[in-house]
């Protein structure tokens, strides 16, 4: 039972370039989340996926797109990667019946340079 | 906007202390809170929940309490072990406009001395 999976874990791309991060889930849940996580800052809601075939802004959106493939996957796309997005991407889920709680994935590390 | 504060920041205490980490936030119409570990360069892992109707959640070592009315929750850990040492999160999910989403503090770095 691997839970929360992302791909990949480590990743550098250079100022313009573009890239996808994957999310899959084995726990049913049906809803997903993408944060990322700064120094001093916290974790910060991207975008979330409340179920399949729906997706909303969160605290963070610009300049990122995601795509709900099916109720396992979430993805989360850089279109023109720039050194502000440097970060450790978290990618979560949720089974939103009587008890809300998220389960998280290991991370993508991502250096823009 | 909802806040999540953790204090201290960071934290070094003999391994066998007990010890407690404090979240407070600002908006009390939560829905629940979580207390998550994250290790160096991993992910976060789930500790306890504690629903809004609650007021102390029990796993092992680890006793997380509630009050709504104070906006605070705790986090004690007994007798702690050097294995113990990680990022400790605190989130608190809102239940204001119907987004249920979680506001994270910015954690507590705990480090446990042999």
């Known amino acids: 039972n691997a839970g929360v999976t992302q791909t990949p874990k480590f990743q550098v791309l250079k100022t313009g370039q573009s890239m996808t991060l994957q999310c899959a889930q084995d726990?049913?849940?049906?809803?997903m989340y993408w944060y990322r996580q700064d120094p001093g800052m916290g974790l910060r809601l991207i975008y979330y996926?409340?179920?399949?075939?729906?997706?909303d802004k969160g605290e963070v959106p610009n300049g990122y797109n995601v795509s709900r493939l099916n109720k396992r996957e979430f993805s989360l796309r850089l279109e023109s990667a720039a050194p502000s997005q440097t970060s450790v991407y978290f990618c979560?889920?949720?089974?939103?019946?009587?008890?809300?709680?998220?389960?998280f994935g290991q991370g993508t590390r991502l250096t823009v340079v | 906007k909802q806040e999540v504060t953790q204090i201290p920041a960071a934290l070094s205490v003999p391994e066998g202390e007990n010890l407690v980490l404090n979240c407070s936030f600002t908006?009390?119409?939560?829905?629940?809170l979580q207390w998550f570990r994250q290790d160096p360069g991993k992910g976060l892992t789930s500790l306890l929940l504690?629903?809004?109707?609650?007021r102390e959640q029990t796993s092992g070592r680890l006793n997380a309490s509630l009050d709504k009315s104070s906006g605070r929750s705790t986090l004690y850990i007994a007798a702690s072990q050097p294995g113990d040492s990680a990022t400790y999160l605190c989130?608190?999910?809102?239940?204001?406009?119907?987004?249920?989403?979680?506001?994270f503090g910015k954690g507590t770095k705990l480090s446990v001395i042999p």
């Open positions: 979560a889920t949720e089974l939103r019946t009587l008890y809300y709680e998220a389960f």
């Open positions: 726990m049913n849940h049906n809803s």
């Open positions: 996926s409340a179920s399949e075939g729906t997706t």
């Open positions: 908006d009390s119409a939560i829905y629940n």
């Open positions: 504690i629903q809004s109707s609650q």
């Open positions: 989130a608190v999910r809102y239940s204001g406009a119907g987004s249920y989403q979680l506001t």
